[in-house]
């Protein structure tokens, strides 16, 4: 058989660490980076006689998170033991939750090119986050660092919906979105507080039954999750046409090979021992309670897309790109005040802006510039102070330099040429190093009209109105 003849299935388990001040079980600091082991305490260094004592903002971004993905919310949970060792886990368990998740039964819509398609969300958990080890270059050992143990997770368990490495992409980037909009994480990936656990399984198509899946733990990078998931389906498909089986295992992803290596059979649940956590209370939450943070919830992706729509006019295609990440939706709220054209903040988001961080490999989050700015930028080429072919130069400035539009082109000298008589000026003159231009703009060959143009445009070196040399142009043209 052909691997058109079978169909993937991909399920994700996603761990988004929250953006809480302290850890979930004691009060060290939750910030990324520092000397190995200096946010640590007894209690998320397990040692004897320590307690925990549960972080309620904890709570309360677990189930900002289950609103937000039209989860139900439990008003009656527990934390769990779930007992496995490695050597940066201190306890040998991690207290997480089982049979009793905070939220359950959600789903979220993602865009799939020729329509939405909705996934399902089995549960959202708190969870505790493991500590690090730190593989010495040398081979003498592996150092623990314990600065990430305590750091307050949320588990997302989707069902297994995503028939393919683009959907779960999709999928992956919508979580991301939403969670930034409600502002309980950073989800910088590169920093792992967004990860994801993949798990992949293939069938023949028309059947119903699940084929037997492997798991790839902790990947945080949306490239390597598309590259894994593509060849560990393929590996899958090629095994079973050799008349093999698919072993349940939990795999390795390595980006330089880009091939999947086998680390150890892939638990079950009965495989941890969970048992309620005796030191922990229950967790009790009152219709008020979850009332109040859900009135209190900012607008999310859908809601402005809905808005974008209709209030400013935006096409499909926009409206889903720029409100697939705060950063973008935000920066286009506050460009469109200062210069009130939403198509063209939108389009400068969509092109211009989004190549720039593609080149440079980085994220909405880390564009340097304000919403203003854009603002100033599209406002100075409505205004015909500048060409769109300097904005795009004044773009790439303003990524290098953070500053304003208006010192840019003063300080290069790129204002616009608007001045009539100079630009006729210049039409006289490319007019009268060209005959034969304008012979064939006579003869009815067009695209004459543009050389012409184009010639002025490197005269002046950009700076010139397009609008006004086009005029002038044909008005000589035609005499």
Not at 288 to 315: M, T
Not at 319 to 331: A, G, I, P, Q
Not at 369 to 392: P, T
Request: net charge negative; aromatic share 8%; charged share 30%.
């Amino acid at each position: 058989m052909a691997k058109e003849d079978y169909e993937v299935i991909i399920g994700l388990e996603v761990h988004c660490e929250l953006s809480t001040k302290t850890k979930i079980f004691c009060s060290c600091p939750t910030e990324f980076g520092g000397e190995p082991n200096l946010h640590c305490c007894p209690v998320c260094m397990a040692l004897p006689g320590s307690l925990p004592v549960l972080n309620e903002k904890v709570v309360e971004y677990a189930v900002k998170a289950g609103l937000a993905t039209n989860c139900s919310i439990a008003k009656n949970s527990k934390n769990d033991r779930k007992n496995y060792f490695y050597p940066d886990l201190p306890k040998s368990y991690q207290i997480s939750q089982f049979d009793l998740p905070l939220c359950y039964e959600g789903q979220v819509n993602i865009d799939i090119g020729d329509g939405e398609k909705t996934i399902r969300i089995e549960r959202i958990h708190i969870e505790e986050d493991a500590g690090k080890l730190n593989h010495d270059d040398y081979g003498r050992g592996s150092f623990v660092d314990l600065n990430r143990a305590g750091v307050p997770l949320i588990e997302v368990v989707s069902k297994p919906d995503l028939r393919s490495s683009l959907e779960a992409e999709a999928y992956l980037r919508k979580l991301k979105s939403i969670f930034e909009y409600i502002e309980i994480s950073d989800c910088k990936m590169q920093e792992g507080s967004l990860r994801a656990d993949v798990n992949v399984s293939v069938r023949k198509k028309g059947t119903e039954k699940l084929g037997t899946r492997t798991e790839m733990k902790n990947m945080s990078s949306f490239r390597s999750i598309v590259r894994a998931i593509e060849y560990e389906a393929n590996r899958q498909i090629e095994v079973i046409e050799e008349g093999g089986t698919i072993s349940q295992e939990t795999l390795r992803w390595d980006d330089v090979s880009g091939k999947t290596f086998s680390m150890r059979d892939k638990e079950d649940a009965q495989d941890y021992r969970y048992f309620p956590d005796p030191d922990l209370a229950p967790i009790i939450l009152s219709d008020e309670y979850i009332d109040n943070i859900r009135i209190g919830l900012p607008e999310l992706p859908e809601s402005r897309k809905k808005r974008y729509l209709n209030d400013y006019e935006l096409s499909e295609k926009a409206s889903e790109f720029v409100t697939s990440s705060k950063y973008y939706s935000n920066l286009f709220e506050d460009a469109i005040k200062v210069c009130n054209n939403p198509k063209s903040a939108s389009n400068w988001i969509m092109s211009d802006i989004a190549r720039i961080l593609n080149e440079k490999e980085q994220e909405p989050d880390e564009i340097p510039f304000s919403g203003e700015n854009l603002g100033e930028l599209v406002k100075l080429i409505d205004d015909g102070k500048i060409s769109s072919a300097i904005a795009k130069k004044v773009l790439v400035e303003m990524f290098e330099t953070n500053k304003k539009p208006s010192v840019i082109i003063e300080e290069k000298g790129w204002i616009q040429i608007s001045d009539e008589g100079a630009i006729k000026e210049v039409v006289l003159k490319i007019l009268s190093e060209n005959p034969q231009s304008i012979a064939d703009y006579k003869a009815g060959k067009d695209k004459a009209l543009g050389f012409l143009v184009g010639q002025a445009m490197k005269e002046t070196k950009g700076k010139a109105n397009p609008q006004m040399l086009n005029k002038l142009f044909i008005d000589e043209l035609k005499k």
